[in-house]
């Protein structure tokens, strides 16, 4: 693992693929540890100060996420940022830190620790001199980065004035995907994401949400929920060759008629059975 600075100019053959396409990349960036030229990656961005609704929210998608392969960028600020970036390395994942300072000056200084740990696990960059300081325009200028990286961007609470809305607008200049979690009405740190949702980003309650916009996912999203199948749903599945009421379904595997709506209604959400008009349940097969 690389452990020393070193840089990457716009022109070199590992610089990374995605960020060359956006408006206005970096001309040279300065890494710890190892950036890859075709990573591929989602920026996860939100407030500094989330609520216990957010942290959850944050580990759940984290988690589900890295899973299913992606690489997680963020800007390594309290809040969010170092929460996404915990989760993936808890995870055994990839991750990548865009800072707004020099590699040497790591800001907030309280997540040295876990640059440190980025570093061996993926990487921590910067188009800055690794000795500068951190400046109110560096982050604003640095979000471009962490959109750039990424083939979309996750928001998860964030104020009406919130950095992460700088990031979710340069994902949609650059034809980068925007994704926003919903929150309360009553919460601050929830107007920024609502607002993004009425301007169009789309609203996400389900990591499958975000993977089901990527077709090369689809096939992958299958293969894995068939692989947790429980052993009631297997069952079902294999009396659904043809479609059949609930109440057949009952007799055939000695389901009670209650037991069996919750199960069906988790296999509709996963996409395994359709209820059709006429009541009937039928196998999903693609």
Not at 172 to 185: M, Y
Request: aromatic residues 6%.
């Amino acid at each position: 693992m690389k452990k020393d600075i070193y840089q990457l100019k716009e022109t070199d053959e590992d610089y990374p693929k995605l960020l060359k396409e956006i408006t206005n990349p970096p001309k040279k960036l300065y890494v710890k540890g190892t950036l890859l030229k075709d990573e591929l990656c989602l920026a996860i961005v939100g407030t500094r100060k989330p609520t216990s609704y957010g942290i959850e929210v944050c580990k759940y998608f984290t988690k589900e996420l890295v899973n299913y392969g992606f690489t997680i960028v963020s800007g390594l600020a309290l809040g969010i940022d170092s929460i996404s970036h915990q989760i993936a390395l808890e995870n055994n994942s990839r991750t990548i830190a865009v800072l707004g300072s020099g590699l040497n000056k790591i800001t907030p200084s309280t997540n040295n620790n876990l640059a440190l740990k980025i570093i061996d696990n993926g990487a921590v960059i910067s188009e800055y001199e690794p000795d500068q300081d951190a400046t109110p325009y560096n982050f604003p200028q640095r979000n471009r980065i962490i959109a750039g990286l990424a083939i979309g961007t996750l928001v998860i609470e964030a104020g009406e004035k919130s950095g992460a809305l700088i990031t979710a607008r340069l994902a949609t200049e650059n034809n980068r995907e925007v994704f926003a979690v919903p929150g309360s009405i009553f919460s601050i740190y929830s107007k920024g994401t609502n607002k993004l949702i009425s301007q169009g980003a789309k609203l996400v309650s389900s990591p499958l949400d975000i993977l089901e916009e990527f077709y090369w996912f689809k096939e992958k999203i299958k293969e894995k929920t068939i692989q947790n199948l429980s052993s009631d749903e297997t069952k079902i599945l294999e009396f659904l060759i043809e479609p059949k009421t609930i109440e057949e379904l009952s007799l055939l595997t000695n389901l009670e008629i209650g037991v069996l709506k919750s199960i069906l209604t988790e296999m509709e959400l996963k996409n395994l059975v359709l209820k059709r008009l006429d009541g009937l349940f039928q196998k999903i097969n693609d």
